[in-house]
């Protein structure tokens, strides 16, 4: 009971935009997925208040005088303690392939970057937080793409997922990035890793996605919750006049995918699979944020046939996100308090 209290305070906002995540050179709020803020409503005072109140209620005649109590909260007070550091543990062993990553490939994609105006600043763009190396390569890795494909990264930050891709025997890599510093790290990595990958070419674009023409060839676009609001939304808008243009095989992979209800209010892509954005699973994984869509562009009729067709057979994870579903997601910095993504 008390445990299950205590989890009520893990399971309130996300560190900066997502996952379970790292971080270094930005905020302490970026250590990872339970790494939170403070929350604002004091949610966590609550949920010790509760563990405490349980373990009273459960030594029962024990409590019954002064000592009683104070030993009861010294007991919710260690096992507090505890399930916070085992979580501490868990969080830490989530990011251990990421680390191995960077030493794999000699590069370094580590951090939680804010700089510039962001989304505390009423703006669109997210900061920058590599994508989880083990749940990022098999999302594409189960597209079986080949020599044809053309993938793009829009949002590439220092380029972590263009080296993840381009392992993959890739005709093109590309990725889009707002920030200078962070695309020249990008290439820097790119150049670095050069000898590991299979790719016939692989690049970081200094630019806003705004200004940055979408390629026809594009078959796979890559989102790791880079923008939100109308700059996700013209984005999206001019990947379907990309496919409208040329129809083709185009899927969006899409970490922590907080415009999911928008991108699914278009009727114009389908949900074709959903696996955790964490390489530690936790139970009911689906029910977070942090997921991995694989959604594929497709014309208004197959949309609608594929959303008649029956539900049963597929996965609860498909089920819960095959249509708008109202998830809360959450983003928060030092001092800047936390951003809900509806109220
Ligand atoms: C969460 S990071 C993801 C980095 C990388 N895709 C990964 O998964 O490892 C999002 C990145 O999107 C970039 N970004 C935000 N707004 C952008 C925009 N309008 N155009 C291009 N990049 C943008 C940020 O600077 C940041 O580096």
Redesign the pocket.
Known sequence: MAITALRVTRDGPACS??SGSNSSTGPATCTDGSSRPAPRNGSECTATRTAQATVTDQLGPVAADGRGERQAHVHAAKLSDMVNRLIGLALLLNRVPDHIFDYLFGVS?WGC?FRGASVFAGR????????QWLP?RSALKELAPGPSDVFV??????G??LLIAGRLPLQRVV?????EE?SECANRNIRQAKPRLRAQSVESVA????DWPIPDETSII?L????IGQ?FRSTVNRIIESYDRLPRTLHIVY?YPWEHDWLMSTGRVIVEGVRSGNWLVRPRWWQGGHVIITYRVAEVSEVSQSRRSSNRARSRAIRRWSGPNRHCFTMSAPGEGIIYSRS
Do not use: Q
């Not at 990725?175 to 920030?179: A, Q």
């Open positions: 935009a997502r994609t970057i669109d763009n997210c900061a920058y937080e590599g994508s990022t990264d829009l949002g590439s930050g220092k972590k997922v990725g889009v990035e707002i920030d962070l630019a806003s996605v705004l890559y790791s919750n880079p923008f700059t970490y």
